[in-house]
């Protein structure tokens, strides 16, 4: 390992995780706050540095141009996102924008110049702490969302997206042409498999699908003391019995199937009150499309025809996202070529690149993160496990571009 790169490039990364630091550690970089603002100036600041210009579209991504000889090829581009969860790390996010300057950085160094221009990418609102929904920049730039859409989300104090984008000044008017070769997004894995089979590169073959619910199950309000039992219409007691096929269902489906109970709501939210209703929420996840929608039918079976008085409504749906080839190929030979251990893997998390890959060939390079740990002040990252990560990302765009 080069330990002068090194020390520039962790500078770098702790004196982004500056703007915005927790006392526990981690970062709070809401999209589109101050913080938010600051980040994306010190990125802006960083790429001029090396020779880029820095475009800013409409819904406020970050574009950092290194223009090659030939500012007809396609580009290459690198990319990630600068926000971060109210309680998030120093290093989900902001290590695959910076690795992005890291990757000019070398080149510079090594004399080499390229024909194809270089693309590093500042996502906007990839979190969706703030906004719903995640990933909305990469989404307008691939035109999952339209502009009007992702303009209208509110906050949840009742502040319009668009006017968060202005009032930071990143209501931009610029952009880049879609006309990309590669796109490559380097992250943390967010996940224990790396660490625990002991390999510092996860070649990211996928996204697995996701489906999210709203459910909610309607019943009597009744007095918790005078009401007996059996003449109760309680919506706790459905809402058990359909949170228990659910998890028998997804142990069905074990390794691979996910399925997450986030949050529970019951209404009037009195103790001694039998709830009129309940209102839960349902993320089910699997890398196979086939199975998930497997996990979906038997979830519309229970609801529809198994429970009574249970509405369900699917409030989203992004099905398994194989990577490309070409981008899955260029990764996996750079972790051949380097000697770094690397396993093939599928994402359990949404990234940018879902969105990205709509539009170009995309891929992923994971590295390991201690004890699995993200979304979490403690997430942690080893300057060893970060230095193959940008080693592979290095060699993976040297071989796309000429
Ligand atoms: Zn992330």
Known sequence: ????????????????????????????????????????????????????????????????????????????LIGSHLDSQPTGGKYDGALGVLAGLEVLSRLKDEGISHKNPIIIANWTNEEGARFSPAMIGSGVFAGEFSLTHAYKQNDSEGVNLKDALSRIGYLGKGGIEKN???????????????????????????????????????????????????????????????????????????????LTIGTIKTEPQSINTVPGRVTFSLDIRHPNEAVLELMHDEIIHSCTHKYKDVNLEPIWHSPHVPFHKDCINAIENAAIKLEIPYRKMV??????????????????????????ISHNEAEYASPEDIEAGLSVLYEAVKSMIK
């Open 1 to 76: 390992m080069n330990t002068h790169r090194m020390d520039n490039f962790l500078d770098r990364l702790f004196r982004m995780a500056e703007i915005g630091a927790t006392r526990a550690g981690g970062v709070c970089r809401l999209t589109l706050s101050d913080e938010d603002k600051m980040a994306r100036g010190l990125f802006s600041d960083w790429a001029r540095g090396l020779g880029c210009r820095v475009e800013v579209d409409q819904i406020g991504n970050q574009f950092a141009v290194k223009q090659g000889s030939d500012n007809q090829a396609p580009a290459v």
């Open 180 to 258: 990309i070769k590669a796109s490559f997004e380097l992250h943390i894995e967010q996940g224990p498999v790396l660490e625990a089979e002991k390999k510092q590169i996860g070649v990211v073959t996928g996204v697995q699908g996701i489906r999210w619910y709203k459910i909610s199950v309607t019943g009597r309000e009744d007095h918790a003391g005078t009401a007996p039992m059996n003449l109760r219409s309680d919506p706790v007691r459905t809402m058990n019995a359909l949170i228990s096929d659910f998890f028998n269902m997804a142990d069905d489906y074990q390794p691979e199937a996910k």
């Open 347 to 372: 994402s359990g998390a949404g990234h940018d690149s879902v969105y990205v890959s709509r539009i170009a060939p995309a891929g992923m390079i994971f590295i390991p993160c201690r004890n699995g």
